[in-house]
């Protein structure tokens, strides 16, 4: 059996700003060092799906992408505890990349691009994934024991299960 060269040349970290995502991190930035990759962050700020269609009937179009622009400015001052601005999530993945790279001085990785989108997170994970052409999905999730194969993360399981490209899921240690 001849088993094929892996040639990693980008990864996809999808982070939801979680501990578990923190802690996949570090095997993404391990990974890309290793493969000499690129590394894509992206993080997507969670929409309803289907939810358009329903409240278009009861206010405007308009007033309805107001109610949804607020709610993402409402998620960036909860995430970043009141900072308001376009770009505060990015701005926030920039700097722990930057930090991340220059507390290991054996990580030499690059961060292609920083992603903060707004959709439903497993379509944005396997889509920018496709776009970016990312060899690999790096990810974290909760799960936990014995458990742990039925409690994984919803997101990572769909992500899993629908993903044409390989999916690395990393969990906290049960010690964490």
Not at 25 to 47: C, G, P, Q, R, W
Not at 139 to 144: E, S
Request: proline share 3%.
């Amino acid at each position: 059996m001849i088993i094929p060269k892996i040639k990693i040349k980008k990864i996809l970290y999808a982070t939801d700003l979680s501990e578990n995502a923190r802690f996949a991190f570090a095997y993404a930035a391990s990974l890309a060092n290793m493969y000499n990759a690129k590394l894509v962050i992206l993080h997507t700020l969670d929409e309803i799906p289907n939810i358009d269609r329903t409240v278009i009937g009861y206010i405007s179009t308009e007033q309805w992408e107001e109610i949804k622009q607020r709610n993402i400015e409402e998620t960036r001052e909860s995430l970043l505890g009141k900072r308001r601005s376009n770009t505060a999530i990015r701005e926030v993945l920039d700097k722990f990349n930057e930090n991340a790279q220059a507390t290991n001085e054996n990580a030499s990785f690059e961060t292609d691009e920083v992603l903060v989108v707004y959709g439903i997170p497993v379509e944005q994970i396997i889509k920018q994934a496709d776009e970016k052409d990312c060899d690999l999905i790096v990810m974290g999730t909760h799960g936990h024991g014995v458990l742990a194969g039925t409690m994984m993360g919803s997101t990572a399981q769909r992500v899993m299960r629908r993903s044409k490209k390989p999916v690395m899921v990393i969990r906290l240690p049960d010690n964490e």
